[in-house]
């Protein structure tokens, strides 16, 4: 968890599948905690073909299958599924990259938290990125998700400005 967040957490990622990556991670950790979806983070990379939408969009009810079986993953099948529908909807975005750093102008939103207990769970405009996923045909992609998925991916910079990290981050835009 440590090196998570030193090192992944609050960077700002501009590469297509690591963007699609932590979208599916953080709709694969709705009710469960992240401790458990970041020791399976392997798994889902081998599960799903390291995160290459194109491969992913091709799944068909026998990789479901499939998948149910791999404990390497959350065998939920509704994260499942929407993982391969969300590739499908990934690959009708015109530039995915630009879609998502849209939503922040392409700059990382820079919040100057004291306590991660002052960190809300949901914004303005994760609210507006959830539904205009949603819009689009993606699942699991609730405001408090995407809030979650703007933080991992350094959309916004929610490090404490006690931590590290804070600074760092912000000179990595």
Same mark, same amino acid.
């Given at each position: 968890?440590?090196?998570?967040?030193?090192?992944?957490?609050?960077?700002?990622?501009?590469?297509? #599948?690591? !963007?699609?990556?932590?979208? *599916?991670? %953080?709709? &694969?950790? /709705?009710? $469960?905690?992240?401790?458990?979806?970041?020791?399976?983070?392997?798994?889902?990379?081998?599960?799903?073909?390291?995160?290459?939408?194109?491969?992913?969009?091709?799944?068909?009810?026998?990789?479901?299958?499939?998948?149910?079986?791999?404990?390497?993953?959350?065998? #939920?099948? !509704?994260?499942?599924?929407? *993982?391969? %529908?969300? &590739?499908? /909807?990934? $690959?009708?975005?015109?530039?995915?990259?630009?879609?998502?750093?849209?939503?922040?102008?392409?700059?990382?939103?820079?919040?100057?938290?004291?306590?991660?207990?002052?960190?809300?769970?949901?914004?303005?405009?994760?609210?507006?990125?959830?539904?205009?996923?949603?819009?689009?045909?993606?699942?699991?992609?609730?405001?408090?998700?995407?809030? /979650?998925?703007?933080?991992?991916?350094?959309?916004?910079?929610?490090?404490?400005?006690?931590?590290?990290?804070?600074?760092?981050?912000?000179?990595?835009?």
């Amino acid at each position: 968890m440590q090196a998570y967040h030193d090192t992944v957490w609050g960077v700002p990622q501009r590469h297509a #599948n690591t !963007l699609f990556e932590f979208l *599916t991670l %953080e709709g &694969a950790q /709705a009710g $469960l905690s992240w401790r458990t979806i970041l020791l399976k983070r392997d798994g889902y990379r081998s599960a799903f073909a390291d995160f290459d939408v194109n491969v992913v969009a091709t799944f068909t009810d026998a990789d479901v299958e499939r998948l149910m079986l791999d404990g390497s993953i959350v065998r #939920n099948r !509704l994260k499942i599924t929407s *993982t391969i %529908e969300n &590739a499908r /909807a990934w $690959l009708q975005l015109d530039d995915p990259v630009d879609f998502v750093w849209g939503f922040v102008d392409g700059v990382p939103a820079r919040n100057r938290w004291g306590t991660m207990s002052d960190v809300p769970a949901s914004t303005v405009v994760s609210d507006r990125m959830s539904k205009e996923l949603k819009r689009r045909g993606f699942r699991f992609v609730g405001t408090t998700i995407c809030y /979650a998925y703007m933080q991992a991916c350094g959309l916004v910079n929610d490090h404490p400005v006690s931590c590290f990290r804070h600074d760092e981050c912000a000179g990595l835009v």
